[in-house]
């Protein structure tokens, strides 16, 4: 029998039989074509919105797990270290070199093969079954790789029908991009059709990555994953509460949907928090103040760190408490980059009466320092080259959530 904890997974990837999963529609649709197509996917959005589930519950459809090389984080790695994941998983025993270039070319070998190009591997392949025998006749296979471009590398990748993921694309060195470049131009020349590669990371990435080299750039394909629409929020929670046959309201629907801001992690917290309410009655009936008590938990243990950036932000003595305003349409705003129109139109209609754009410049600028957090930033241009004027974001996409989750609260003690 399915329970709460097996259809709602927080924190994991929901990739197992029984967890709940929303499709990601037309994001995901693009990125099927994508893959269909031999192209890169190269799947960006800001952090929480779902990137690293969408691929993976896809690649599982599509191709299942016994090929797939899921490289969790490519931080302080290199892509030596991506080869040899790859070439690992299907049954390769690696002995890899790495050799060092003093200023006056002289090459100080560390054990085995050697190469002279610092940062290039330089390794004996050779199949698991070079070490065993039958009958006393030992098979050997074994090949030299000198490169991380090796055409040899990505044959035999291509042969195994590798799915390689590629996450955290963000946090790479710059040695590392500059290598996946050369290792993406040779995968192109080499035509590939069953080895498949795929790039998850944040939105400042894909024109980091093709900036290296303008000519990857009919490699790739950009797929912008946004935060989870109404729809898509709504389905996650009916076809879950279905699965473990609870009864839900479609109040107690919407405010569910409302207060996880498009989070898939948050929104699978509080379903789990309200389902396992439910679950344990004999009507299985979910009720509203389940979802309040779920928001009311997620809040609490959240307290040390959240409500403390929060309530630093939001401190001063002003009756209109601008700082307080603006977090709270930023939060209630479902858009990732926001501007002074959107910002001064949500404020306006708390207070009941005009709001200028001066009149809220100073306080928004202050929650970009540190003395107020900071909590928000100026949105970056891709190139790195300045920022985008009039669009703000939260540095922590958690507090938007939070702080929808605090205004909620208060209009419940409020209404107590």
């Known amino acids: 029998m399915l329970t709460p904890n097996n259809v709602f997974r927080p924190g994991k990837l929901p990739i197992d039989p029984g967890n709940v999963y929303s499709s990601r529609g037309s994001s995901e649709a693009e990125f099927k074509k994508c893959l269909d197509r031999g192209f890169i996917p190269l799947v960006y959005g800001e952090y929480g919105v779902g990137k690293t589930s969408m691929a993976r519950h896809i690649v599982r459809s599509l191709y299942g797990d016994s090929k797939l090389v899921n490289v969790e984080s490519v931080a302080d790695k290199e892509l030596v270290d991506i080869i040899e994941q790859c070439l690992e998983k299907i049954g390769y025993a690696i002995e890899r070199t790495k050799t060092d270039q003093t200023s006056n070319t002289k090459t ?9 190009m610092v940062g290039f591997l330089s390794a004996k392949l050779s199949s698991k079954r070079s070490n065993s025998s039958t009958s006393g006749e030992t098979y050997i296979s074994e090949f030299l790789v000198k490169s ?28 590392f991009l500059e290598d996946l470049v050369k290792f993406i131009k040779a995968y192109g020349n080499s035509n590939c059709d069953k080895f498949k590669i795929i790039l998850l990371g944040t939105s400042s990435d894909p024109s980091k990555l093709v900036n290296k080299d303008p000519g990857i750039d009919r490699l790739i394909e950009d797929l912008h994953l946004k935060s989870m629409d109404n729809p898509e929020r709504i389905a996650l929670i009916t076809s879950g509460m279905s699965d473990l046959e609870i009864n839900i309201s479609d109040v107690a629907v919407q405010k569910l949907a409302s207060v996880s801001v498009g989070s898939p992690n948050i929104l699978q917290y509080l379903c789990l928090e309200s389902a396992e309410k439910a679950f344990v009655r004999s009507t299985r009936a979910l009720e509203v103040s389940d979802v309040d008590d779920a928001v009311e938990d997620y809040v609490n243990k959240r307290e040390s760190r959240l409500y403390r950036l929060y309530m630093q932000a939001i401190e001063n003595k002003g009756v209109k408490r601008y700082r307080k305003q603006i977090l709270r349409a930023m939060s209630e705003i479902e858009d990732e980059y926001v501007t002074m129109e959107q910002i001064r139109e949500k404020v306006k209609s708390y207070l009941g009466g005009d709001v200028s754009a001066q009149d809220l410049s100073g306080a928004l600028r202050k929650l970009k320092e540190k003395p107020y957090g900071p909590v928000l930033r100026d949105v970056d241009k891709n190139d790195g080259s300045g920022i985008i004027q009039n669009y703000t974001t939260f540095i922590d996409p958690a507090l938007k959530a939070f702080i929808r989750m605090q205004v909620l609260r208060e209009a419940i003690e409020f209404a107590n």
Do not use: M, Q, Y
């Open 108 to 116: 100080s070998e560390k054990g085995g093969e050697a190469s002279a």
């Open 148 to 175: 991380p471009t090796s055409s040899k590398v990505i044959e035999i990748c291509e042969k195994n029908e590798i799915v390689l993921i590629l996450d955290e694309l963000h946090r790479a060195k710059d040695a």
